[in-house]
T-cell receptor, first 112, second 117 residues
């Protein structure tokens, strides 16, 4: 199915640096979700956003639901080695039993 | 957070055999479950939406007779890959839709790695 536009595709950063990634769509979503996936495992929910303009934090993670409801960003502050993985954004398709559209993912590599 | 389990985590089978994958929501009732397929270095591709007590809704291009989905209870959905072939080898992931007032999201299982020889 149609994917969201997620960028950047990959990031190579040093430990302690901040990370920022975003997703945009031509469609409006009622919910934005951010997941992290480690190799060989299922995605793990990081942050869920339910209202336009909402800014939510989970530890060193902060995500925002764009005012237009067509975009969202995720920030990771003071990165650590265990932040390595692939981060996916997902928007919930309205009136679809909760079906999600996924971004292509952002691979984060953290070097000591 | 909500817990979703999958069984088996890995399966190797011969071409032509059928494989069943179970997806369970352990601590919540899931009226809707989803099945995804993921190829290496790619995003998740939705295969079908499974609602408890009704027929699954398949995405375009997904063969419903090959990928049989049964959602018999509010905590269990199964995906059966029938007459598996090597091109069916992939990482299959289920998710369950959790719902509480004002909080609607999906929780994913750990995935099942299928290898068809």
């Amino acid at each position: 199915g149609q994917q969201l536009n997620q960028s950047p595709q990959s990031m190579f950063i040093q430990e302690g640096e901040d990370v920022s990634m975003n997703c945009t769509s031509s469609s409006i979503f009622n919910t934005w979700l951010w997941y992290k996936q480690d190799p060989g495992e299922g995605p793990v929910l990081l942050i869920a956003l339910y209202k336009a303009g909402e800014l939510t934090s989970n530890g060193r993670l902060t995500a925002q639901f764009g005012i237009t409801r067509k975009d969202s960003f995720l920030n990771i502050s003071a990165s650590i080695p265990s932040d390595v993985g692939i981060y996916f954004c997902a928007g919930r398709v309205p009136d679809s039993w909760g079906k999600l559209q996924f971004g292509a993912g952002t691979q984060v590599v953290v070097t000591p | 957070g909500a817990v979703v389990s999958q069984h088996p985590s890995r399966v190797i089978c011969k071409s032509g055999t059928s494989v069943k994958i179970e997806c369970r929501s352990l601590d919540f009732q899931a009226t809707t479950m989803f099945w995804y397929r993921q190829f290496p270095k790619q995003s998740l591709m939705l295969m079908a939406t499974s609602n408890e007590g009704s027929k699954a809704t398949y995405e375009q291009g997904v063969e419903k007779d090959k990928f049989l989905i049964n959602h018999a209870s509010l905590t269990l959905s199964t995906l059966t890959v029938t007459s598996a072939h090597p091109e069916d080898s992939s990482f299959y992931i289920c998710s369950a839709r959790g719902s509480a007032p004002g909080a609607d999201t999906q929780y994913f299982g750990p995935g099942t790695r299928l290898t068809v020889l």
